[in-house]
């Protein structure tokens, strides 16, 4: 025999939407069986019909092959013989309808009877058995809704711990009805094949046994096939019930888990989370707008299938697109009042989807999933080794600090290390970054908490932020190039010698924003000109940070992820000493553009500086004047910023060649 199709008793408490649609299947088999089982029972009781018309046609036959000896023909004479033979053939006739009689018996005892068993009880039990399972489906959907609208703060304990139980009441009694519902299908399948057979069987029999005792009308063969359906049956029957008593075994097996399994959020305290984690599915709330301020929470399943978030309702064949993870931003989000809200934001800053998870777990193993997607570590030959070297990469990393208070309590020796000791050999992470160096996260505030600042009155920003309505050193500097950028995070280092003190700060900055799930970032402008770098807030155009060119020491991008760059500052101190800082950041373009227009600036400052101070009574030859040069770079042919930034190099290259002339 051809196995059997299954449902997976396993998949029941899941009740994932791959679980349903195979249900439904099944559900579309037992339909369509139970049609044709009505019409298969009305033929059949069209022959049992047939049968005893046929009794009670050979009965009346017979009762008028008798009757003829009582006629009274006029002309009756000679008719003994044939009143002898109809008696005969009376005779016959009666012993046919007492076969015939036999016949329709057992037509009804072993055609009809069990078909209308199969359909009264197997084909009843399921269709009862799908009500029930529908019925707790719907009380889980309700409890579940119920206990997804718990407010995060100031919550009733008391009410939680109801709802809890009603959660774990309603899906432990979704559980059980879909293993009984499960079974009955499955068990369907087997006895669909007996009960086909079964009546035909009854059938064939009966006119067997109806024309051997009326004439030897049927060969040994039909003898021997009925044996071997006989012996067909008789191992179906002995599968079924070896599967029904695994399937009894399976089911109380599945039922004594711990009621932990049904409780949700039930290790809120210290969830075991995986943040190894290149995939993930299960059910999430979906914020949907339905209008300027309203909204609708909508139960779905989701899962990632590559670098993207898709999403399958209940009943549908497969999933749809709903975010691409590539490159994205996730981050935990206060949201109505929810609890466990994440969102996802888009690569270009704009706000994605929100997203409520049922546990705090399920909230930290989507946004680190969701992370690691968006890393592409996915594409990689073995993403499940990258994820875990990053995680523990990420466990050697400092702990950070996030408030900007924090920093000026640590403070960092500054050291001066010569170049010729880090051309040959690899420096030491130690002799770059002190240990224990704090890492500051917060530096730009985000332009809504700006705003809330300074709503009312004009008030001093605590960070020395200032509003320019115009910047006066940017009108007349040859360079102008903007950028968007992602501050991730800074920290005090102990050299710029070398690159490599921005790859390592790159290092732990990303490995303890992972560790410790800060996936916040907020977004600005940086604004490159030939005489400073600037954060500027895209909203409202605050000037969030400032740094001179000058004290810009080094500045490089990161080698493999080119959307990374970072530069090192030297600012002198009040004790007369300098420190140094990094500052990392996440752009929306290459780094090695960033780097390449900082590079621009620094050489337009080397330009305009004088040879030497006999010489500045001579600017035609030994300064450039600016405003000549302001005049040629504004009258250049070419107006996109690449092009622009071209000309000004190849500009500088030529004023370069001039002063060294001049010199000699």
Known sequence: MPAVDKLLLEEALQDSPQARSLLSVFEEDAGTLTDYTNQLLQAMQRVYGAQNEMCLATQQLSKQLLAYEKQNFALGKGDEEVISTLHYFSKVVDELNVLHTELAKQLADTMVLPVIQFREKDLTEVSTLKDLFGLASNEHDLSMAKYSRLPKKKENERVKTEVGKEVAAARRKQHLS????????????????????????????????????????????????????????????????????????????????????????????????????????????????????????????????????????????????????????????????????????????????????????????????????????????????????????????????????????????????????????????????????????????????????????????????????????????????????????????????????????????????AIHNIFRTTESHLMVTSQSLRLIDPQTQVSRANFELTSVTQFAAHQENKRLVGFVIRVPESTGEESLSTYIFESNSEGEKICYAINLGKEIIEVQKPSSSEDHHRPSSREIPRGNLLEMINSAPCHSAPHRLSYIHQYLKRLIGIRKILEI
């Open 178 to 513: 879909s293993l009984q519902y499960y079974c009955a299908l499955n068990a369907l399948q087997y006895r669909k094949r007996m009960a086909m057979m079964e009546p035909m069987i009854g059938f064939a029999q009966g006119q067997i046994d109806f024309f051997k005792k009326g004439a030897a009308m049927f060969s040994s063969s039909m003898d021997s096939f009925l044996a071997s359906v006989a012996g067909m049956m008789q191992s179906i029957q002995v599968e079924l019930e070896a599967e029904v008593d695994k399937m009894q075994v399976s089911q109380q097996e599945l039922l004594s888990v711990d009621e932990s399994v049904y409780t949700p959020d039930f290790d809120v305290a210290a969830p075991q989370v995986n943040r190894n984690l290149l995939q993930k599915a299960g059910y999430l709330n979906l914020r949907n707008k339905t209008g300027l301020v309203t909204t609708t929470w909508e139960r779905l399943y989701f899962f990632t299938q590559g670098g993207n978030l898709m999403c399958q309702p209940r009943g549908a064949v497969a999933g749809g697109l709903i975010q691409d993870l590539d490159n994205c931003s996730v981050m935990a989000v206060d949201c109505e009042d929810r609890r466990y809200c994440f969102q996802i934001t888009t690569p270009n800053g704009k706000s994605g989807i929100i997203l409520q998870a049922e546990s705090r777990k399920e909230h930290e193993e989507w946004i680190c999933a969701i992370h690691n997607i968006s890393r592409q570590i996915y594409l990689t030959e073995n993403p499940e080794a990258v994820a875990i070297k990053l995680n523990q990469t990420a466990l050697q990393a400092v702990t950070p600090i996030t408030s900007f208070e924090k920093k000026s309590e640590t403070s960092c020796p500054s050291l001066n290390l010569k170049n010729s000791e880090t051309e040959n050999h690899t420096i030491p992470a130690t002799e770059l970054i002190a240990p224990g160096t704090p890492i500051q996260f917060d530096i730009v505030l985000p332009a809504t908490e700006f705003l809330d600042q300074n709503r009312g009155s004009r008030r001093s920003n605590p960070f020395g932020e200032t509003e320019d309505d115009s910047f006066p050193e940017a009108e007349d500097s040859l360079l102008q190039q903007m950028f968007i950028v992602r501050f991730l995070g800074s920290m005090a280092v102990k050299t710029d010698s070398t690159t490599e003190v921005i790859y390592e700060a790159m290092r732990q900055v990303l490995a303890a924003r």
